[in-house]
Structure formats: C-alpha cells, structure tokens
C-alpha cells in the first residue's frame, strides 16, 4: 500500500498536533534530551516526526522507523521523549490498521525493544519509573488502538446488517407482491371460468331448442343474461377492493360461500342444462370456515370441468366423511376432451388453496370416467 495522508480537516489537524508535539520534545530539554549540544542527532530525533504523516498508509514502517530511531538516541545516552511518542503513535495506528494478531506482535515488540533499550541512558536501571512510564504508554496506545479497530468494526458490521434487513424486507415485499397477483389470477379465474362455463352451456342448449322448444331457448338466454351480470358484478367487485386505498374499507366484501351454497350452485348448472346428482353422507361434518369455502370452491371447479371437458352424463357429487376428514367425490364422463381435464391452471389453483388447510386433491380416470376427489381435515380431528 503506498503511504498516504489522512484526508479531511479533521485528519489533517490531528497530524499537525501529533508533529507539533513531537516536534516539541524535541527541541525541549526533557529531561535529559538536550540536543543543543548534541546537534549530529537532531536529525534522527525529527525523522519520526516527518514519518509519523505516513502511518495511515505503512504502519508497520513508521513503527519501525520511530523504534530504530528511539533505541539509537539510548545508545548514544540520550532519552528522547519524542521518538517514543512517535513509537506510541505508531503501536496504536498498526493496531488499529493490521488487525489483532499484527498488532499484539508488533505492540509487544516495540514494548519490549524500549524497555531494553532504555537502560543505556539510565545507567543499567530496567525498573527506572521513566522506563515503565514509556512501555506503559506504547502498551495503552495498542490496547486502544485495538479498541478503536473493534468499534468501527462493530459499526460496519451493524451498517452491514442493517442493510441486509433493508433488502430481505424489499424481497419479502417482492414476493407478496408476486404472491397477490397469483392469487388475484387465481381468484378471477375462480370467478371467470364458472360463470363462462354456464354461459357456454346455456348458449348451446338455446341454440338447439331456439326451433323446437323456444320457451326453452328463453331460459336458457335468461341463464345466459343472469350469468353474465354475475361475473361482470364480480369482476367490478374485485377491482374496487384493488383500487381501493382504503385498506379498512369493507364495503365491497361479503362472507365467503362454503357447502351451504352447494345446492344453489348444482341448481345453476341443471338450470343450464347439466344434470347433478348429490349425495350428501357428511353427516353435517363440521370444517373450519376456511376449509369450508375451499371445499365449495373445489365442487364449483370440478362442476366446471365436468361441463368443459365431460360427456354430457350427469354429474355425480359425493359428500362423506371418513377417517377423520370430509371427502368431496365429482365424477362425470370423459369427452373428447377429458385428456386435458389433469393438467389446467384451474386444478393447479386448486390444488394450492386444498394444501393451504392441510388438504389434498387427487385427479384420475375411473371407470370411463374423470373423478376429482378433495380431502379437506374436519374440525377437531386429529
């Protein structure tokens, strides 16, 4: 890394107090540094004080520097204040800059080195107060250097973190944004298809009694009409509770249809020409309102099927509970179309809202036929 000076006014003061204190001892006689009549190393006393702007870049090397310095001015008997302040500097920037390891090494060498060197000039006194006072002060530069390493860390890393849980809360907004839409699909194909599917239904047995039996064709057409305004009144409904802003805002919703609308909705497709047959062996078997509505949108789907893709048989629509949990039963016979009855995005839709409240779906031929069969668990069951 090339040597470089600290930037910004705050930096650029601290450097300048930290040479002019070096600087000052120095030229200052303490206590025994008088280099007024010792002129030939007074440059090896100011060196630290140059190399000490450089300490942010090469910390290693300015602590070295200032230590060579220190252990040449004992030699020569002189204790120089200002290049052990240059060593204490230093230990803190290596600390602060190399990590632990380097400057718990680097820290102890310098320690140690000061504390032998600083013998020369005391007279072979390793226990001189003046001595213990200068590794005292290059440990306590370590230490917080140390210190000030770990708190920018612990900084960075709650920074890190922080923004971390700024970018898992964007994620997860993401993905409830995508869940709403599938389920929003979801919903208008749930409120689409049944519809349409009557609409189809009607339009061809108007188109076949339109001659014959026209009183027939006009129930057909008023199934046709009263069809369409439903799914318009519902596609309306569910817009306004998307464009609302008002999320406590409840005018547009109503109670969601579960088994108790089983015999207005098997009413629609006979009325529309598609004949039902309802065995209910429930025995009233209680389910959570939840597993209630997906148990009436699961009959709606397979009644939707059964017109789309069955022969024209009668549907037959079983209710029962066993084993702890309400079974729905749709059977109709397999069209020209039944191939496809498996693999449509309306059982896929289903199949997510059964697993929703722990259910199951399964689809299969039976018997020259197509059969849906819903598992959904009764309330209180283990």
């Known amino acids: ?48 004080a140059i190399a000490i702007l450089f300490r942010h870049g090469w910390p290693l090397t300015v602590l070295a520097l200032s230590l060579t310095c220190a252990i040449i ?71 917080l250097g140390d210190a000030t390493r770990s708190r920018r860390e612990f900084a960075q890393a709650m920074t890190e973190r922080a923004e971390r849980a ?14 709403e839409r599938v389920r929003i699909a979801r919903d208008l194909h749930d409120v689409v298809a049944h519809q349409i599917s009557v609409i189809s239904l009607s339009a061809g047995v108007a188109s076949s009694a339109l001659d014959a039996r026209p009183e027939r064709a006009r129930e057909a057409l008023a199934t046709i009409r009263s069809a369409s305004r439903t799914v318009l009144a519902d596609i309306g409904g569910l817009m306004a509770l998307l464009r609302s802003d008002d999320r406590g805002d409840a005018s547009d919703l109503h109670p969601q249809t579960g088994l108790a609308g089983t015999a207005d909705l098997i009413a629609q497709f006979a009325d529309a020409g598609m004949p039902v047959e309802l065995h209910d062996e429930s025995g009233g078997a209680l389910v959570s309102p939840a597993s209630d509505h997906v148990a009436y949108l699961a009959l709606r789907e397979g009644l939707t099927n059964a017109h789309k893709h069955g022969d024209g048989a009668a549907v037959v629509v079983r209710l029962k509970r066993q084993d702890g949990a309400l079974h729905l039963e749709i059977r109709n016979g397999l069209g020209h179309r039944g191939a496809s009855t498996a693999g449509g995005h309306g059982l896929l839709g289903l199949r997510e809202r059964v697993a929703a409240v722990r259910g199951d779906v399964r689809a299969e031929r039976a018997d020259d036929g197509f059969l849906l069969t819903v598992r959904l668990p009764v309330a209180g069951a283990a």
Do not use: C, H, K, N
């Open 166 to 179: 700024e970018r898992g809360r964007d994620d997860e907004a993401r993905r409830r944004v995508a869940e």
């Open 73 to 143: 001015l004992s030699f020569t008997g002189q204790v120089s204040p200002s290049s052990l302040i240059a060593v204490a500097v230093s230990a803190f920037a290596v600390a602060d800059l190399r990590g632990r390891i380097a400057g718990v090494i680097a820290v102890s060498t310098a320690a140690g080195a000061v504390f032998l060197s600083s013998a020369a000039p005391l007279g072979g006194d390793f226990f001189d107060a003046r001595t213990l006072q200068f590794v005292f002060v290059i440990a306590l530069a370590g230490a």
């Open 1 to 48: 890394m090339p040597p470089r000076l600290r930037s910004g006014p705050v930096g650029r003061v601290t450097d300048l107090i930290t040479v002019g204190v070096i600087v000052l001892f120095v030229v200052l006689p303490y206590p025994e540094a008088v280099f007024r009549t010792a002129a030939p190393l007074l440059p090896v006393a100011l060196l630290p």
